[in-house]
Antibody, heavy 121, light 110 residues
């Protein structure tokens, strides 16, 4: 059974930094691209970032480019999202999701339960 | 403003058929597969349809997807109270080189 378990969400001050983690199990992590998607309170889904299976290719939404860094450790079956210069607009539930296929343009077939990031002073 | 356009709301009575549309352009829906997700209140999204018209595992056959040109649709027949949820379409955009979601449609079962 595919399982994705996010962690690292917290209350952070504006301008602060945070690292989210997503522990994956139940599938061959090294064979699939992964993505982060966020959802602000009462809002829709917003794609944040994608990383290839080997980690050599990444994509970012314009809203986070230059502030967020996606990475993965295939030896630990873990996906990361390093977030910096956080603002109120970054407050959301952050989901990690597994791509259904290996390529970057694939949709996701499994999602974690999400981790909440709150930005407030 | 989402790249993919969905109606913000839809509704139907039990047993009815409801269709949710998703409008895009040549650079996204026109050339790529569409995925549909269901999000029940307080839960993570769940994949319903992939490659535009294939149901994900466990999805009842009263839920179907289709695509024509630059638009896609999700149809739910035999509407049930448990179908009340938010529905999102998504696809890859070749021009933007990134993944895009529709704004979501809130389905209410009257």
């Amino acid at each position: 059974e595919v399982q994705l378990l996010e962690s690292g969400g917290a209350l952070v001050q504006p301008g602060g930094s945070l690292r989210l983690s997503c522990a994956a199990s139940g599938f061959s992590f090294t064979n699939y691209a992964m993505r982060w998607v966020r959802q602000a309170p009462g809002k829709g889904l917003e794609w944040v970032s994608t990383i290839s299976a080997t980690g050599d290719r990444t994509r970012y939404a314009d809203a986070v480019k230059g502030r967020f860094t996606i990475s993965r450790d295939n030896s630990k079956n873990t996906l990361y999202l390093q977030m910096s210069s956080l603002g109120a607009e970054d407050a959301a539930v952050y989901y990690c999701a597994k791509h259904k296929y290996y390529y970057l343009s694939s949709g996701s077939d499994h999602w974690g339960q999400g981790t909440l990031v709150t930005v407030s002073s | 403003q989402s790249v993919l356009t969905q109606p913000p709301s839809a509704s139907g009575t039990p047993g009815q058929t409801v269709t949710i549309s998703c409008s895009g352009s040549n650079s996204n829906i026109g050339t790529n597969y569409v995925y549909w997700y269901q999000q029940l209140p307080g839960t993570a999204p769940k994949l319903l349809i992939y490659i535009s018209n294939l149901p994900s595992s466990g999805v009842p056959d009263r839920i179907s997807g289709s695509k024509s040109g630059t638009s896609a649709s999700l149809a739910i027949s035999g509407l049930r109270s448990e179908d009340e949820a938010d529905y999102y379409c998504a696809t890859w955009d070749d021009s933007l080189s990134l993944w895009v979601f529709g704004g979501g449609t809130k389905l209410t079962v009257l």
